[in-house]
């Protein structure tokens, strides 16, 4: 697919600091931001289905639909229009999220869920995935105190989660950053804000549009 955009995603386990990182990305390089699940109005009733902890489970396969569906639409709804504008867009979680979390965390088979996404995005890959790379133990400290139904799972999980997440990014270094997400936000954010423009460069300007105006999303 041919755009004239670039996308990028922020990965991690939760509670490692990747919505903070997206904003600080997104507000630095006048882009787009956005995040998943829950970016647009079917996918805040699909993230409420995903991740409530009052509601019904999803079966293990329910739950990569839903996550499939959610994407499809965020493709549709605000991706892709931003992409074909020009501008770039930064996103809170993207495709990786799956393989880690309903690939390794989960168990589902990787090469199925990977046509599943390659289907609901249209075959859009990220340009650059960043992964803030923290211990599970020091992502649980800095979580909230209503855990989600996917935070609330055991440390097992969120184990397995971030070593797919290293596996997917040691079989493609060339589509992703390993940045460590322990030190100070301040420090995180220039270690990402240089990785992205030394494997990027900056944004061209967009015509019809005022520099400066920050990026918009969610």
């Known amino acids: 697919m041919t755009v004239a955009g670039r996308l990028i995603a922020i990965e991690g386990i ?23 699940p829950g970016a647009t109005a079917l996918g805040r009733s699909l993230r409420s289905l995903l991740l409530d902890p009052g509601g019904e489970a999803p079966a293990e396969r329910a739950e990569a639909l839903l996550m499939a569906a959610d994407r499809a639409q965020h493709v ?15 996103t809170d979680r993207f495709s990786a999220s799956t393989f880690a979390y309903q690939g390794y ?17 249209e075959g859009l890959s990220p340009d650059l995935q960043v992964l803030v790379d923290v211990e599970p133990s020091l992502a649980r400290g800095r979580a909230g105190t209503t855990p989600d139904r996917l935070e609330a799972l055991d440390g097992s999980f969120h ?38 423009r030394e494997r990027l460069g900056e944004p061209d300007p967009v015509p019809g549009r005022a520099g400066g105006e920050g990026g918009a999303g969610s």
Request: with cysteine.
């Open 105 to 121: 965390g989960r168990g589902l088979p990787l090469e199925e869920l990977r046509g599943l996404v390659a289907w609901a995005t």
């Open 159 to 196: 184990d397995r989660v971030r070593h797919g997440y290293l596996a997917l990014a040691d079989a493609e270094p060339d589509r992703w950053v390993v940045v460590d997400g322990a030190g100070p936000v301040e420090e995180v954010a220039v270690a990402i804000g240089r990785a992205v």
């Open 76 to 90: 549709a709804d605000v991706v892709l229009p931003a992409l074909r504008s020009g501008r770039w867009v930064v």
């Open 14 to 36: 939760d509670g490692c600091g990747k919505s903070t990182q997206a904003r600080i990305l997104a507000e630095g390089l006048d882009a787009v931001l956005t995040h998943e």
